[in-house]
């Protein structure tokens, strides 16, 4: 794929992203094929959200790590995606409900990373990859399909769109993750005070900071790195649920403390 093929494909893409239309099939001339094609034209789609004032790069999201969300997509390998500063919120996420396509919540655990991952930086065990983080905390993804037919579009185009991300609301870490067994913790998910799924850490890919590793992997493969003060989501332990105008979401994350969002 050539630079002007890249740089159209991800035109469409963040424009749809800006205007808040619906993305449909990219031309075959422009579609990625592969997933090294996804990394370059999402990497540009950041460039011009940036440019147009969504604002910088703050963390990184990886889906389809967990058998519930490998069966509700039908992939069965793990995405990454961008986080932008837009839409990145503290403890209580306040969103309004009409900036989305269709707009749903996911269950999650965070890291803030303290030591960069990535290229140069090789890491092969989860001992290893622990030793650059800092903290460990709750998160509700907020995902939108704001897709004509995500199924027809292909992991791909989903990944140079950063795989449904839209924001996300990151928690306040209430004790040392040190002290906390990360594969056993118990995730829930509240809606309007009603219990629609739970789940434990290790449905991510058999222990949460495997999918750091993968995401370490991915990076030390495009040359680039995670760097320290970004904030990496894991993938959800709950299937999506889509919300409506007036949902109050509640995600538990045991030991490592809870979060919320209002639409």
Not at 117 to 135: D, H, L, T, W
Request: glycine residues 12%.
């Amino acid at each position: 794929m050539k630079g002007l093929e890249i740089e159209n494909a991800a035109t469409i893409i963040a424009s749809a992203r800006l205007e808040g239309a619906i993305v449909t099939s990219l031309d075959p001339g422009i579609r990625p094929s592969d997933q090294k094609q996804s990394y370059l034209i999402q990497d540009r789609v950041h460039e011009i959200l940036y440019e147009q004032g969504r604002g910088r790069l703050v963390g990184h999201k990886i889906g389809c790590t967990t058998p519930i969300m490998q069966r509700f997509l039908g992939i069965d390998n793990p995405c990454a995606g961008g986080i932008l500063e837009s839409g990145f919120h503290h403890d209580k996420g306040v969103l309004v409900h009409s900036s989305f396509q269709r707009v749903g919540v996911e269950c999650e655990i965070a890291v803030r990373i303290a030591s960069p991952i990535g290229f140069g930086n090789p890491k092969s065990s989860i001992e290893e990859i622990a030793s650059c983080v800092g903290e460990v905390l709750p998160a509700i993804e907020i995902v939108d399909d704001r897709y004509d037919n995500y199924e027809l579009l292909g992991a791909p185009t989903l990944i140079a769109d950063d795989f449904f991300h839209s924001g996300c609301v990151v928690g306040t870490a209430r004790s040392s993750w040190k002290d906390v067994d990360l594969a056993s913790v118990k995730g829930s998910m509240h809606i309007n005070g009603e219990l629609v799924g739970s789940g434990t850490g290790s449905d991510i890919m058999g222990h949460p900071f495997r999918a750091l590793l993968w995401l370490a992997e991915l990076f030390e493969g495009r040359g680039k790195v995670v760097r320290p003060g970004e904030f990496v989501l894991l993938g959800s332990v709950v299937e999506t649920k889509w919300v409506e105008q007036g949902d109050v979401i509640r995600v538990n994350m045991g030991q490592l403390g809870e979060v919320e969002a209002h639409f």
